[in-house]
């Protein structure tokens, strides 16, 4: 099987690139086809987007493509705990009429 590779704008306008065959072995391989003989390339591109966008692929996608180290749960509670703690003191500014 070759590998198609897709060109894709998605809703923010932002070109992301999938591989058709990631889209086969997720068993959502999504089909276009022409509806006449005249009909333009732009409106086949458009229907395909459009069939990508609904099937709720790309988040999916964009997040297998965006690998994270397991981190221990030690280390989570300690980052959630500085993270509460920056937005505690960013309304405290905000409140204050510092920033």
Do not use: W
Request: hydrophobic share 40%; with cysteine.
């Amino acid at each position: 099987m070759h590998n198609l590779i897709i060109h894709y704008f998605d809703r923010t306008r932002h070109l992301s690139i999938i591989n058709f065959c990631d889209i086969i072995t997720l068993n959502m391989a999504i089909k276009v086809t022409r509806k006449d003989q005249g009909e333009a390339n732009e409106n086949i591109i458009r229907r395909f987007n459009r069939k990508v966008l609904q099937s709720g692929m790309m988040p999916l996608k964009k997040s297998q493509m965006r690998f994270a180290k397991p981190i221990s749960k030690r280390e989570r509670r300690l980052k959630a705990i500085i993270r509460e703690a920056r937005k505690a003191e960013k309304t405290e500014r905000i409140k204050l009429g510092l920033k």
